[in-house]
């Protein structure tokens, strides 16, 4: 079955169906700093937003969009500049993300764990890999994910990487891979038996190598256009130059997981400012003041000002958390350690705990302030509140709190791993 980037179908992807554009993209242009990639988000977003309602309500794959995503150059603007990317600061990072996800939150999260997989890099790969991998990146390809496991933790049932002298295999299964559907790479989590213990590695898999299927089976309420579905891995030959070690970047301090949330975050915070804009022009265009306010416009009325500004205050508070904690992350990432580390992971939780909440309220909110008339569905406004509750059940903001407490009243340091 062939896989065309303007089809629109739920059907199981095969292997090798990936079309020869995506397998040889054109070359990106190079973004040169942090301005010019918030120019480039900027932009797209603007271009993004118009049908964002229409790819959410019939569910139409973003190919096109994705192609002028990655055209843009911002896939690449986190590879470091010794290997000719821009190296742009994580607060831009986290801003780019922002943008994107307040003008469509599925085209925000889909590059989420590319750039988690550069962190990956960056961290742990050997100058081989990393000028390998980013020179795929520089030239256009995308990397997805195959993090999560179906069902269970038993380890002798994960995905496992065997090592043989006829090569190097995988097999198992994954699910919740955002971006695998249109993924060149798919950064995979493996187990291997060394030394009678099991180690974790990321192996980078051609997403056309035969073995690999992925199936567009993510059906959730919100983030309807993620790509989120299951891989199968079947025998599947993977070189050993592509597996990069993982459970070692997490044996020592790293900024894998503050990087990881920071992007979370961000997405959030996207889907906040989404539903506010969204709210303030229904409210200015089309909103019915109540009548006890006694006013002509529904923007004139006191209570919905009032809420309104609430809501702005709180926009801007997990903004300036956001900034603050891009600054943590890049001092930890100049120089890691155990306590460096830990201030970054713990800013960023202080940011996404507050992104969580002020994108479910936006998205509460929008139809509180904008009256019955918002909820008609061929508005499409529903999706900021269902793309915000679906992303926020990502890891649970209630351990986010857990962890900043602990840090300040019992001086504990946060576990290392990509959901803190």
């Known amino acids: 079955m062939s896989l065309d980037p303007s089809s629109d179908t739920l059907e199981p992807v095969a292997p090798n169906a990936l079309p020869s554009e995506w397998r040889t993209p054109r070359t990106p242009h190079l973004i040169e700093d942090d301005a010019e990639a918030l120019l480039a988000a900027q932009r797209l977003a603007d271009t993004f937003a118009p049908e964002a309602a229409l790819r959410d309500r019939e569910r139409r794959l973003p190919w096109a969009e994705l192609d002028a995503f990655v055209a843009s150059g911002l896939w690449g603007i986190t590879v470091p500049r010794e290997f000719g990317g821009a190296a ?9 993300i ?3 996800s307040a003008a469509d939150g599925s085209l925000g999260q889909i590059p989420q764990n590319h750039f988690y997989a550069l962190e990956v890099l960056r961290v742990g790969g050997s100058v081989e890999q990393q000028h390998f991998f980013y020179g795929r990146v520089l030239a256009g ?9 179906i069902g269970h ?34 950064p995979t989590l493996v187990v291997s038996e060394e030394e009678g213990r099991d180690v974790t590695y990321l192996a980078f898999v051609p997403r056309d190598t035969p073995g690999v299927t992925v199936t567009d089976d993510w ?16 025998h599947v030959r993977v070189e050993p130059e592509w597996v990069v070690p993982f459970q070692t970047s997490f044996e020592r301090a790293t900024t894998i997981g503050p ?4 992007m979370h975050a961000a997405i959030d915070l996207g889907q906040a400012r989404g539903a506010f804009d969204a709210a303030l022009q229904f409210v200015r265009e089309r909103s019915r003041p109540w009548i006890d306010a006694r006013v002509e416009r529904a923007a004139d009325d006191p209570l ?6 609430d809501l702005a205050v709180r926009l801007r508070a997990a903004q300036a958390l956001l900034r603050r904690a891009g600054r943590f992350v890049d001092a930890a990432q100049a120089k890691p350690g155990d306590r460096s580390v830990a201030e970054a992971s713990v800013a960023v939780a202080e ?7 002020v994108s479910l309220d936006a998205g509460s909110r929008l139809f509180e302030l904008a009256g019955t008339a918002a909820t008609l569905d061929g508005l499409g406004l529903d999706r900021f509140w269902r793309n915000a509750r679906t992303h926020t059940l990502h890891d649970p903001v209630r351990w986010k709190y857990h962890a900043v407490g602990n840090f300040y009243l019992n001086d504990k340091l946060p576990p290392r791993h990509g959901a803190l």
Do not use: M, P
């Open 88 to 96: 742009v600061h994580n607060a831009t990072l986290a801003e780019v």
């Open 98 to 100: 922002a943008t994107i």
């Open 141 to 149: 390809e995308r990397f997805g994910n195959a993090l999560a496991e």
């Open 153 to 186: 933790k038993d380890f002798k049932r994960r995905t496992r990487l065997t090592r043989a002298a006829a090569g190097w295999h995988i097999d198992g299964r994954k699910f919740y891979c955002t971006g695998a559907l249109y993924a060149h790479w798919i």
């Open 219 to 234: 059906d959730g309420f919100g983030q309807r256009v993620t790509g989120s579905g299951s891989v199968q891995f079947d």
């Open 259 to 262: 990087v990881a949330q920071i």
């Open 304 to 309: 919905t000002i009032a809420q309104f500004g």
């Open 351 to 357: 940011a996404r705990a507050l992104t969580t909440t």
